[in-house]
């Protein structure tokens, strides 16, 4: 076998592979040896059919799969020899492919880039520190309060906290527009789900069988181009105004959580733990996110063109799983690899800068942090310790967990050489930056 390396451009590299004739046709024989004595052919008893007989049916049959294997196994051969590390599957070319000839084939391919991990000492982290206070235990409390409230007709003048039921019909230069029409419709005051403007309308006024107008503009950046800045005219008529009750705190509402025993302060104990196992995570994300963010911009890494591919379908297909049960997959055409470009590029690099740090720093899972990992997650569920057994008694989820430990492991290393500052942040600020 002989070998011919070149780089083509980037991390591209072709190799060129001469295989001598003769040990093709030494395989292609053996392999035809192998076909007669199990071929039946009218006329000769099994086992029994000529060589010129064998070789004349499956001569070029034969001699095609050997030279494909023959591609395929000098391949690895060369790729060993010339100790290069293809990022992905090599496209095969024949250049001479014949009976009695010498076989030419390149195989195009890339390789993983050198990978250095520099400048760690030059990474910026804003590290957010926050904790669950008693008023922001309180605030969730109000808030589970709610999602368990009924609604109560009164005979009073709507405002903000209300729910409306209303009928309205919006018309624009005097015509109806498309989805300015309704029966029925529920709507929270003071929930924003309107135009500006259109709540606000409906503030002190009644249940009544008369209409009232109001008039509105549509915002300049709203969604439907048809009524972006349009005025329009609403005849609005309120059916009923609904105001809510909230349940009171007592063993009652308790129960509708799953708590038998320990009454409101067995709720508080588990809602305030569930929120800070929440923040926790939270708290461990912005910092990692960061960390990662960093070391993207102190290290530029070409990354292979098959392993970005292979990244845009895993995105791809993860976002055809957020659609879940919303659209027909079948049916859906499927979406451009542009969408994730990107993102493919950027876990790439990540996964290769990584674990090259990982490499050179030699880290290995703490079995005290796959512990901590496996804790943490399994206080979620009803019944800790099966969830804990079950995770110790599957090799794949704990090498799984494992990995993960890995990679948190190298995110603190990199975290104790990096510039790091603290920032205080409340609950609220970092569970709902948008809210707050």
């Known amino acids: 076998m002989q070998v011919s390396l070149e780089t083509t451009q980037g991390l591209e590299r072709r190799i060129t592979i001469t295989v001598p004739s003769d040990k093709i046709e030494e395989s292609v024989k053996k392999r035809l040896r192998e076909v007669s004595k199990t071929t039946r052919i009218d006329g000769f008893r099994k ?40 990022a992905g599957a090599p496209f095969f070319e024949p250049k001479t492919i014949a009976r009695g000839q010498d076989l030419v084939f390149t195989a195009t391919f890339e390789t993983f ?11 910026k982290v804003e590290r957010p520190v926050a904790e669950v206070t008693d008023k922001d235990l309180e605030n969730m409390m109000e808030t589970l309060r709610k999602q368990q409230a009924t609604w109560t007709e009164k005979k009073v003048q709507a405002k903000e906290g209300h729910r409306v039921n209303i009928d309205f019909v ?17 709507l929270e005051l003071g929930a924003g789900r309107m135009i500006p403007g259109f709540e606000d ?11 009232f107008t109001i ?10 181009e048809a009524l972006k800045g349009k005025e329009a005219e609403f005849e609005i008529t309120i059916n009923k105004v609904e105001v809510q009750e909230l349940p009171e705190l007592n063993d009652e509402f308790v129960v509708k959580f799953g708590i038998s025993e320990g009454g409101v302060d067995a709720l508080k104990t588990e809602v305030k733990n569930n929120m800070t196992r929440e923040l926790g995570q939270q708290l461990k994300a912005k910092v990692k996110e960061q960390v990662i963010k960093g070391l993207l911009e102190a290290n530029e890494l070409e990354v292979p063109k098959a392993l970005v591919d292979q990244e845009v379908t895993n995105l791809r297909q993860q976002a055809m799983q957020r659609f879940g049960g919303q659209v027909d997959a079948a049916n859906m ?15 790439v690099r990540t996964g290769l800068l990584l674990g090259e740090f990982i490499r050179t720093n030699e880290i290995k899972a703490d079995d005290a942090k796959v512990k901590e990992i496996i804790e943490t997650q399994a206080s979620a569920y009803e019944d800790p310790a099966e969830v804990i057994e079950h995770y110790y008694n599957n090799e794949q989820l704990l090498e799984n967990i494992r990995n993960l430990a890995t990679e948190d492991q190298a995110i603190e290393l990199i975290l104790e050489k990096a510039k790091v500052t603290d920032k205080t942040l409340s609950f609220d600020e970092l569970m709902n930056p948008q809210a707050a």
């Open 47 to 86: 086992g029994k059919v000529p060589a010129s007989v064998i070789e004349k049916r499956f001569g070029q049959s034969v001699f095609s799969e050997v030279a494909q294997e023959e591609m395929q196994q000098n391949y690895i051969q060369a790729i060993i020899q010339e100790k290069v590390n293809p």
């Open 113 to 123: 880039p050198e990978v250095s991990v520099n400048n760690i000492e030059d990474i």
């Open 170 to 186: 919006g018309k624009i230069d005097g015509e109806l527009f498309e989805g300015g029409k309704a029966e029925g419709f529920d």
């Open 201 to 211: 309308g409906l503030i002190g006024k009644k249940a009544a069988k008369k209409s």
């Open 215 to 224: 008039n509105v503009s549509f915002p300049a950046d709203y969604h439907s």
């Open 333 to 347: 055409p499927e979406l451009p690899a542009e969408l994730f470009e990107q993102q493919a590029k950027d876990r």
